[in-house]
């Protein structure tokens, strides 16, 4: 089969997937249906199978309403208009916890569905995880083809759009920035999907979840392998579409219905600058296909090529959650775990730092551009990472903790470190993935508890949710051999060389923090003795074998990744695979300040490599050393000393410690802020709009109606009904006439 | 007698009309003295057009077209006439004043 085939293959396997569960897994999937769930337990006789009977009976025997309470019709009616509808799909019977505490009736969560009772029997996930798995293989000879053959392919299916001077095909391209992405998506991809299965076990939704997945895949693959900017949209908004649906996947749950359409919202804003710059890159050069684009562009007058950029950008700070738009995805935690891992932390958020890394010769251009991209990325890189030590829901750590990473991606494109940033998207794809299937697996095993205040002590009965999220928060701490660490100190060196002296004291700085806030939810939750309710920790447990095994094979590139593509630093075997790509970029020189380093290098026109024994050997262990420092901190204070952090608030000067700490938590209050200006605001201009429409609007439309009104009364008085009146006024007017004619005349 | 014979008669023939009109009550009267007023006008355009322009045809095909629509508006405004003084069993202009003021 020829490689072309195959490319062409990758996101359409995942489209039949998706094809395949809407259509058929409705059909496939048999779940018990738990009637009248939300009423009390002595009305058996009124369910209608005896499989629901049993369910009840077993339900019985163990008593969780301290564990979770049963909410009574009232609130269930109050938290959603659809609450307790037992046909709904988003509430099933025995969700273990997958199903957020309000919206469950509190029945069958003692195992992974009622022991002894009916079993969930699920056949939609078969097709589609297969589909995805044959799409990896695919994805893999592909990546091997490009990396290690060195080849880059362009396949062009058929012209999509002909209109005028206006082209756009449907072709794909893949070279080695690509190979990377795909990569990260296929394998992150099919893990996840595999991870799903154990995971929405006792959900009424699965084949729903699956469906949605699929499309992902295939709206992902469709952006990364796409070889134009329309492409690249229609994926983005595609993805766009399946992180509103996936965000909203529990679409009882106001909070999740809520999270989704703010993350919908908030990507429009970005994605309005995407789709103005894209329209800006069709007036200007009449093209928007990848490579004529980048060939043509330095022709353009340098403020139109900044206003491109920055357009472009905003697309990239909507999608990737940088400041100021980062609100939505702490939010979009709402959704199912394996969604927050595979979307919101190791695929879809990369997208913007993808199409920066894809444009780097039009941000190259433009040195302002690049200035933005590093500043904004540096910012909410010690903004979330600020953010992310006070936070107490584990999967809200990880979310900023993401924030701040895409930052440092950012941070890295911006200072034109081109090659650092895409490997910190691969080694973080891989470790943020992971740690994301972790905490899914702890709040599994936990009961459906998210904050971290309520856990501790679970290494003992998960062991391999433990070990391999250990892995996972080693390499986000940035410690040696695992990817992080190569990938974080790539970055920094490069700022370094660079001449970004600040920039590298706050990214040493954030990596400081990354590896405090890292260990302090490992501390909190694996750590110390049980905090939660008493009745839980029975219930604690390893997840299923679907849901540890991805974990497994995860760590594997977590530890691997950095030693294989990293060594030597600044230099190593990613550097030749992405060579082509920044070729154009890295000839400019771009990001280079003067009297650096780099610069002085390179006017030397010496090659600057690492030394180990050197500059770079020094850097490393600066690097090192922070994270070290940081997981030490945590260990001190959510280990030795809980009382620590309370005295340490108490003792930043002039008092402000609480206030800093409320702030941290409260998220600086951005969204506070948002919703005063731009909710609360919104509503005001509303009313204002609303105002001039009642009184302008239809004050002139019934204002037309009035005059007509009264000057029909006025009027209405020479209807005599005497013709002769009539008859005088024909006369009269045509005397006057002719008087008039005979004197103008 | 010239041209100005002609227009004697004509003027006197609408004024006739002009006055009928407006001083009669009696609809089918009024219609007579359309009529008049049409025909006044009638006889100025022949007589234009025999005095004013001779070998030109355009004052009587005026006066023939202006024939025809005097003929309709004839039929069509008796008939209403007729259609009205049957229901109101009068013939006075000033009893149909139903959609006055």
């Known amino acids: 089969m020829s490689t072309e085939l195959l490319i062409a293959l990758i996101p359409a396997l995942p489209i039949a997937g998706f094809l395949f569960a809407v259509l058929l897994g409705p059909r496939l999937d048999r779940v018990p249906t738990h009637h009248d769930g939300h009423d009390t337990h002595d009305s058996d006789d009124a369910h209608g199978t005896d499989e629901a009977h049993a369910a009840h009976a077993a339900h019985d025997d163990v008593d969780d309403s301290a564990f979770r309470g049963i909410p009574t019709e009232e609130e ?20 273990d916890g997958v199903i957020p505490a309000e919206l469950n009736d509190g029945i069958g969560q003692t195992g992974h569905v009622t022991p002894g009772g009916p079993q969930p029997v699920y056949r939609s996930w078969f097709v589609p995880v297969l589909l995805v798995a044959a799409s990896w293989v695919a994805s893999m000879i592909v990546f091997a083809n490009v990396v290690f053959g060195g ?9 999509w759009i002909g209109s005028g001077d206006f082209h756009v095909e449907i072709a794909f391209l893949v070279d080695g920035l690509t190979a990377m992405l795909l990569l990260v998506v296929s394998s992150v991809g099919l893990l996840v999907h595999v991870y799903s299965i154990g995971y929405m076990n006792g959900d009424r939704g699965f084949w729903r979840f699956f469906a949605y997945l699929n499309l992902f895949m295939f709206s992902m693959l469709l952006l990364i392998l796409g070889d134009n900017f329309l492409m690249l949209y229609v994926g983005w908004e595609a993805v766009g579409l399946c992180s509103y649906l996936l965000i909203g996947f529990w679409y009882k749950k106001p909070s999740a219905a809520g999270a989704a359409k703010k993350a919908f919202v908030v990507n429009r804003i970005g994605d309005f600058g995407f789709g103005l710059g894209i329209m800006a890159i069709w007036t200007a050069l009449g093209t928007l296909q990848f490579e004529e684009v980048f060939e043509t562009i330095g022709t353009l007058d340098p403020t139109l090529i900044t206003v491109i950029a920055l357009l472009l950008f905003a697309g990239a700070v909507g999608k990737s959650a940088q400041f100021p738009l980062h609100v939505w995805l702490p939010d979009a935690m709402e959704g199912p775990t394996p969604v927050s891992a595979l979307i919101h932390a190791a695929t879809m958020v990369n997208a913007g730092v993808y199409m920066v890394a894809r444009a780097n010769p039009i941000f190259a251009e433009s040195p302002v551009a690049m200035w933005v991209v590093a500043s904004i990325g540096v910012f909410t890189a010690i903004f979330a990472a600020a953010i992310a030590l006070t936070q107490n829901d584990i999967k809200k750590v990880l979310a900023y903790s993401t924030v701040s990473q895409l930052a440092y991606m950012f941070f890295a494109l911006g200072i034109g470190a081109w090659v650092a940033a895409i490997f910190h998207l691969v080694a973080h794809g891989f470790f943020k993935g992971l740690l994301f299937m972790a905490s899914g697996s ?13 856990m501790g002590g679970l290494r003992d009965r998960m062991r391999w949710t433990y070990w391999t999220m250990v892995i996972g928060s080693l390499a986000l701490a940035g410690i040696p051999i695992f990817a992080g660490f190569f990938s974080k100190d790539e970055i920094l060196a490069e700022a370094f060389n660079r001449g970004y002296y600040l920039f590298y004291v706050i990214g040493v700085v954030v990596a400081f923090m990354t590896a405090f806030y890292t260990f302090r939810m490992i501390f909190m939750t694996f750590w110390g003795e049980w905090r939660g309710p008493a009745e839980a920790w029975h219930h604690v447990h390893e997840s299923a074998r679907t849901m540890v095994a991805p974990l497994v094979i995860l760590a594997v590139p977590t530890v691997l990744v950095g030693l294989f593509l990293g060594i030597p630093p600044e230099g190593g075997l990613i550097h030749t695979w992405l060579e082509e790509v920044f070729h154009h970029a890295e000839e400019l020189h771009a990001g280079v300040l003067p009297g650096s380093i780099l610069d002085e290098a390179l006017a030397h026109g010496e090659h600057h490599g690492f030394e180990l024994f050197g500059i770079g050997g020094l850097l490393l262990l600066v690097g090192a050393t922070a994270g070290a420092l940081g997981i030490w901190l945590a260990y001190r204070w959510y280990v030795l000393n809980p009382d620590a952090p309370r005295r340490f608030v108490e003792r930043i000067p002039l008092g402000l410690g609480p206030g800093m700490y409320a702030a941290s938590v409260n998220k600086y209050y951005v969204d506070d802020v948002y919703q005063l200006v731009f909710a609360r605001g919104g509503v005001y201009l509303s009313n204002l709009l609303w105002w001039f429409d009642a009184k302008v609007i239809d004050g002139a439309v019934n204002g037309a109606g ?23 006024g024909i006369a009269t007017g045509m005397v006057l006439v002719l008087v008039a004619y005979l004197v103008i005349r | 007698m010239g041209l100005s014979g002609y227009l004697v008669v004509s003027t006197l023939l609408f004024g006739i009309g002009a006055f009928g009109f407006l001083a009669r009550r009696n609809s089918i009267l009024m219609l007579i003295c359309i009529e008049l007023m049409l025909n006044a006008v009638n006889l100025s355009l022949v007589a234009f057009n025999a005095y004013a322009g001779p070998g030109e045809v355009t004052g009587a095909i005026f006066a023939l077209m202006i024939m025809a629509v005097a003929a309709a508006e004839a039929t069509v405004g008796l008939g209403l006439v007729i259609a009205i003084i049957r229901t109101r069993q009068t013939a006075e202009v000033d009893e149909y004043s139903e959609l006055k003021e």
């Open chain 1, 76 to 95: 269930q009616a109050a938290t959603s208009p659809h609450a307790g509808h037992h046909d709904d799909l988003a509430n099933a019977a025995g969700a």
């Open chain 1, 706 to 728: 009035w005059l007509a009104s009264r000057s029909g009364g006025i009027l209405r008085h020479t209807q005599t009904g005497r013709v002769q009146n009539y008859g005088l």
């Open chain 1, 151 to 159: 080849e880059t392919y362009h396949v062009t299916l058929y012209e």
């Open chain 1, 442 to 454: 702890v709040i599994h095993g936990a009961g459906g508890e998210q904050d971290m205040r309520f």
